[in-house]
C-alpha cells in the first residue's frame, strides 16, 4: 500500500484584456503567481490536501485574485475562470519511480504533485533506464515504492 494523498490546486485565468503582463511574475513571500498565457492571464499558487471527494473551495482562487490586485493596480478580475486540479502526491513530498514489489516488470511512476509536468521528462528517462536493466543516472532508492 503507498500512501497516495491529493493535493488540490487553484488558479483563475482572465481573459488578456484583464494585464499587460510579458514575462511570469512570482510573489513567493505571498504565496502566489501570475503568468501570462497565450489565452489569458493565470493567477495561482493555492494547494491543499483535501482529497477527491470534497467539492471545490474557490474561496482560495478568490483570495489569491484578491492578493494579485493589490500588486498589481489596475488587474481586471472581470471574466475569470476559476480551477481546480488533483495532483497525485505522497506524504514524503516524493514520487514513486520503481519496480512493483510482486512483479517487477511493472514499473511505478506517480505521486509528483505540482511538479509532474515539470519532471516528467526526467522521470521517463528513469523509467526508461529500468525497463532496459540500465543503471539509472542516480540512486532511486529515496523513491522506491517499497519505502512505505
Given at each position: 500500500r503507498i500512501p497516495l494523498e491529493t493535493e488540490r490546486g487553484y488558479n483563475t485565468t482572465l481573459p488578456k484584456t484583464a494585464f499587460d503582463v510579458k514575462r511570469q511574475l512570482i510573489f513567493s513571500g505571498h504565496g502566489f503567481v501570475v503568468t501570462p498565457l497565450e489565452t489569458g492571464v493565470r493567477v495561482g499558487g493555492s494547494v491543499e490536501l483535501g482529497g477527491i471527494e470534497r467539492p471545490p473551495n474557490y474561496a482560495r482562487a478568490k483570495?489569491?485574485?484578491?492578493?494579485?490586485?493589490?500588486?498589481?493596480p489596475g488587474l481586471d478580475p472581470a471574466g475569470g475562470r476559476e480551477w481546480m486540479g488533483l495532483r497525485p502526491s505522497l506524504p514524503d513530498s516524493l514520487p514513486v519511480i520503481g519496480g512493483a514489489r510482486k512483479a517487477g516488470t511493472i514499473v511505478y511512476a506517480f505521486g509528483h504533485?505540482?511538479?509532474?509536468?515539470?519532471?516528467?521528462?526526467?522521470?521517463?528517462?528513469?523509467?526508461?533506464?529500468?525497463i532496459l536493466g540500465q543503471n539509472p543516472v542516480f540512486d532511486l532508492f529515496p523513491f522506491s515504492p517499497n519505502r512505505f
Open positions: 483570495a489569491l485574485l484578491d492578493k494579485a490586485q493589490k500588486f498589481l504533485g505540482h511538479l509532474g509536468l515539470t519532471q516528467a521528462a526526467a522521470t521517463g528517462r528513469l523509467v526508461r533506464d529500468l
